[in-house]
């Protein structure tokens, strides 16, 4: 495997974040030692180094341009002070449009829930305070920002990928573990009904 991570190096203060495209050639091809070629008749790689750990990902294109793209909004992503922009605008968004952010939502319903005598103990709480986190994460990861944009698909293709080997750290948990989470999500989006942030529990469609 062939790549390069010169010019597309982005460095912060104390560590070093890469997220690098590159062409992936065929075994016969007369530019396999060409990782920069740009030409759409080969695959393109998103190579991803960050926090001592690097691994490749398929840009799921042909087109050079395209994977740069994906390979920009992976860096952005990654860029602390453009998440937190990105979360002022969408809190922005949701205040122009009368609704709430899942980051609001899940504030409000930790005091809820930490004020409710059968929820007041540290061990139960700190089960609810995983789950907002749990909840957080995703919508981080899947660019969403309002209750409102949470869908019963949404959902539906979290909850299928849980398992003890999942990509992302929040999603390796086991069957009994994931029965207790399904419960907090469906009592934090109920609690979103009860608020009139949402008009349906999408977790029970």
Not at 15 to 43: G, I, L, N, Q
Request: with cysteine; aromatic share 8%; hydrophobic share 30%.
């Amino acid at each position: 495997m062939l790549f390069s991570i010169g010019p597309d190096r982005t460095t912060f203060p104390s560590k070093t974040e890469t997220v690098s495209v590159y062409t992936r050639h065929v075994a016969d091809c007369s530019k396999k030692h060409d990782p920069h070629w740009k030409r759409r008749d080969s695959v393109k790689y998103i190579y991803l180094l960050r926090e001592g750990k690097n691994k490749t990902v398929s840009a799921k294109t042909r087109s050079w341009a395209k994977a740069e793209q994906r390979a920009q909004e992976i860096r952005d992503s990654w860029d602390p002070i453009k998440q937190r922009l990105r979360v002022l605008d969408a809190q922005q968004q949701a205040k122009e449009l009368g609704e709430i952010t899942i980051e609001d939502a899940l504030e409000r319903w930790l005091k809820t829930v930490q004020s409710d005598s059968a929820s007041a103990n540290e061990h139960t709480f700190g089960k609810y305070q995983t789950a907002a986190k749990q909840i957080g994460s995703l919508s981080r990861r899947v660019q969403i920002m309002r209750v409102s944009q949470i869908s019963p698909d949404l959902l539906d293709s979290w909850k299928t990928s849980w398992s003890p080997t999942a990509a992302h750290k929040y999603d390796r948990i086991g069957k009994t573990t994931a029965g207790r989470r399904l419960e907090k999500v469906k009592s934090f989006l109920s609690y979103c009904v009860k608020m009139r942030w949402v008009t349906a529990n999408v977790s029970r469609s």
